[in-house]
Each structure stands twice: as structure tokens, then as C-alpha cells.
């Protein structure tokens, strides 16, 4: 790792010396496997390596990022790229990079999570978790990733860190309209239940039999980490500041205000065990835990140094990853691993106090009719079950939940004292320590 951030260097000092005021590099080395599987059986296993570099400029106010896909060549790309930034127009919002004398936490890397190279035997051990039930499907894929990056800049960064994870998604189906989704993530391979993960779904898709068209109106939702990452994902994109100041977010003017439940706390946390850990922000800052949401109340916006000034406060080490375009800033601010602090409870025990309402597993097409006001709909999907007088009596479907996200945090009623890492590509959600939580009262349409 210690040549990444050397080469990262190197490219800084071309960038500086080819004229720019500031720079970033990353340099990353990756190395993914991926298996995909249906019909309980593996469809295909694909094994990549990518090599690339991250480079941003900026000569003045003009700024620069690009993507560098051939590192025999990033000397003149860079070059180039200063060469670009000197022609292109002023980013009147820029202002400048991170900087200072930075010391770093490295993460913690699994050498037995790191080293695997067949991980086909814990696919089968999830397929096998759901044969347990009664099942006529079962599909889903695993992704092995390692990665080491290097980062350098005019500002005095100079790091490197390394990750490995792994995470299975699963789906089993015991009706065509009968599915349970489970997923597992883990930085440790001790931490990996893939069969549990299996019979987790073989169980959800067992409950979810002939399911009937859900009722419209006002219900208690229990909701569980996967289907709760869907809508954590939109609401922690909306804490960005940029979000705030292009008008895309339901938290602006917000700040010390009450936005949610008094049990909320919500951290952004990249410094935890996770999928997502990393040492540092794309600006080189270190990253650290920060709290943005504490007993309901919005505390802060996640800053980069851009958009620390322009709000007259810090940064919280939020820069995202470097856009390969002009734009406004070295890196949008962004959260990169979600932590819903715990509550007390059992799920049991929440759905023993629920007199009429709907456990959910999973959701998607989580979509926006106002994004400032949060103004959203979102569909169920997979378990979708109805609860009467404390239990589960069935399975319904064809619902929507249209609502709003403030109104849905301002009524979340209880929390599980159990969290989950829970991430489901299709969404893109950043990767959340998410635990079950109980809402009042939301409003129930159908979805056709």
C-alpha cells in the first residue's frame, strides 16, 4: 500500500508543478469476486482487477477532476488535466482543499476474509439454508472485495488504507408472489452467516403465502434493517450540505430544530467495523464519527471544506469521491456509513404491541413528489405481512406507502436493541448499522 500513496504523490507534485493551486490524488487497487446464482445453483463466478487513479485540480477557481484508467500514462494525463482547468470556467463556490498535518487510524483488514479465493462453498451453504424451508426458488449473488488505496495532497494529505468485505444477498421464493430477502455483510469471515442468511429468506418466503390485496388506510409498521436502509438512504443523502443549498433537501434551515422522534440518533460513522470503513475522506481528512441527528434534533450538515466555509463551520471529513467533471468542489459532501444507534427492544416485543399493523422486509422505488418538503412514496416488496393484536395472521400485497420522511421519523415509536450491516446494490444506499423500528400511523395506498 505504502507505493500508492508514493505514486498519489508523485501526481500531486506533477499537478503543482504543471501549475495547479490545489490537488488530490487517489491511486486505488482493487480485486472483486462475484457469483451470481438462481435455481439453487451457481450461474456464473467472475474475478476482476481494476487499477486506477482519482485526480483533482484546481488553478485558482477552476477546477478539474478526471478518472485515470491507465497509470503508464497518468504523468501526461495529469498534466493535461491542469492544462484543461486553466481554460475552463470559475467554480465561484469553490473554496479550496483540506489542509493541515493529518494522522490516521488505518483500518483493520481480516487476513482469513482477504485471502479467500473460492468463496463458492458459502453460496452453497445459503442455498442450502433455504432448502431448509419449503422453497421453489432461490437466487441471489456474493460479492469478495479487497481493495488498497494510496492519497496525497497540496493540503498535506498523505495515507493509506486497505478493506476487505464480503456480502450475500439472498431472495427464496415459495409462490410467485411469495419471496423473503436476507442479506449478510461482513469485514470479518467470522462474521459470516451465510446459511442463516439462506434460512432467513426460506423463512420470510414462507410467511409471505397467498398473499391478499393489502387495505388502505392508517397502519403501524414494523420494519426491519434491509427495508429500512431504503428509506435511511434518501435521508441521509439529504444531510449532505449541497443537497441543502441546490434545494434538494427536507433538512435545510433545519439545524437545532426538532426532525425527528426523541428515541432517533442518527451518526454518520466510517470509523466503525464495516463494510464502508476507510481512514479517510477523498479530500485526505481523517475520518471520524459524526453525529448528525441526537434524540430527534438535526445537529449539523455533513461538510466538505468547500461547503465548511461557505456555512461558517467545520468539515466533518464528508468529502465523496472525486467527480470526473468540473464542478463546484473538490468532492461532494456525502455520508459513508449510516449508524442508527440501537434501541431496547425485541422485535417480538414490538410486534406484540401492534394492534393493527404491517411487517415489512424489504421495499424499492422509493420515489420523491417534493424533495424539500419529503414528500415520498415507496413500494414493499418480498414479506409484506399483516399483523393483528401482537401477530403475524398473513401476507398481503400490492401496497404503497405514501407518506412524508419527516413525518415518518417524527413517529418512529420504537427501536430494536438489534442492528444489522445492511446494503442492497439496487438502491445504492451507502452501507448502515440499521436496527428494526416501529412507526404510527403511516398512510397505506394501493400500488395499482
Known amino acids: 500500500m505504502k507505493q500508492l500513496k508514493e505514486r498519489a504523490s508523485e501526481l500531486v507534485e506533477v499537478a503543482r508543478n504543471a501549475g495547479a493551486d490545489d490537488a488530490i490524488v487517489e491511486v486505488i487497487d482493487g480485486t472483486t469476486n462475484q457469483i451470481r446464482f438462481s435455481s439453487f445453483k451457481i450461474d456464473s463466478s467472475n474475478w476482476w482487477r481494476e487499477r486506477n487513479a482519482v485526480a483533482f485540480v484546481a488553478v485558482g477557481k477552476r477546477t478539474m477532476s478526471t478518472d485515470i484508467r491507465d497509470l503508464s500514462d497518468a504523468r501526461r494525463q495529469v498534466e493535461a488535466l491542469v492544462g484543461l482547468a486553466k481554460r475552463s470556467p470559475e467554480n465561484k463556490e469553490y473554496a479550496g482543499i483540506a489542509s493541515g498535518r493529518f494522522k490516521y487510524k488505518r483500518s483493520r483488514v481480516d487476513p482469513k476474509l482477504a485471502s ?19 422453497t421453489t426458488d432461490c437466487g441471489g449473488t456474493m460479492f469478495v472485495r479487497r481493495s488498497s488505496v494510496g492519497i496525497a495532497s497540496s493540503g498535506g494529505a498523505l495515507a493509506d488504507d486497505g478493506h476487505a468485505s464480503i456480502d450475500l444477498s439472498v431472495r427464496a421464493f415459495t409462490q410467485p408472489e411469495a419471496s423473503g430477502h436476507a442479506v449478510c455483510l461482513a469485514s470479518r469471515l467470522s462474521a459470516l452467516k451465510a446459511r442463516e442468511t439462506g434460512e432467513r429468506a426460506g423463512d420470510l418466503a414462507m410467511r409471505a403465502r397467498n398473499p391478499v390485496q393489502g387495505e388502505e388506510g392508517k397502519f403501524d409498521l414494523v420494519i426491519e434493517p434491509l427495508c429500512l436502509g431504503n ?4 435521508t441521509s443523502g439529504m444531510l449532505g450540505a449541497l443537497d441543502v443549498e441546490i434545494g434538494a433537501s427536507m433538512f435545510a434551515k433545519k439545524v ?24 479517510f475522506d477523498h479530500e485526505g481528512m481523517p475520518t471520524r464519527r459524526n453525529v448528525v441527528i441526537k434524540n430527534g434534533v438535526l445537529k449539523t450538515y455533513l461538510h466538505n471544506t468547500s461547503t465548511a466555509k461557505r456555512f461558517k463551520t467545520r468539515s466533518t471529513a464528508s468529502a465523496g469521491p472525486l467527480i470526473p467533471t468540473t464542478f463546484s468542489m473538490a468532492a461532494q459532501p456525502m455520508p459513508f456509513h449510516i449508524d442508527l444507534e440501537p434501541g431496547d427492544l425485541k422485535v417480538e416485543e414490538m410486534l406484540a404491541d401492534t394492534k393493527s399493523g404491517i411487517y415489512l422486509n424489504h421495499t424499492w422505488y422509493t420515489r420523491f413528489q ?15 405481512l399483516k399483523i393483528e393484536n401482537g401477530e403475524i395472521v398473513g401476507a398481503i400485497k400490492n401496497i404503497r406507502i405514501s407518506d412524508n420522511l419527516l413525518n415518518f421519523w417524527k413517529k418512529v415509536d420504537a427501536i430494536s436493541r438489534k442492528q444489522e450491516e445492511v446494503y442492497w446494490w439496487d438502491e445504492a444506499m451507502p452501507p448502515s448499522h440499521l436496527p428494526s423500528v416501529k412507526v404510527r400511523g403511516m398512510n397505506i395506498t394501493r400500488s395499482s
Do not use: C, W
Open 256 to 279: 437545532g430544530k426538532k426532525v425527528a422522534s426523541d428515541i432517533v440518533t442518527i451518526a454518520d460513522d466510517p470509523t466503525m467495523s464495516s463494510m464502508s470503513q476507510r481512514a
Open 231 to 234: 428509506l435511511m438512504n434518501p
Open 370 to 384: 417534493n424533495s424539500m418538503t419529503g414528500d415520498f412514496s415507496t413500494i414493499p416488496r418480498d414479506a409484506v
Open 116 to 134: 479467500i479465493r473460492d468463496p463458492s462453498r458459502y453460496v452453497h451453504d445459503a442455498i442450502a439454508g433455504s432448502e431448509s424451508h419449503p
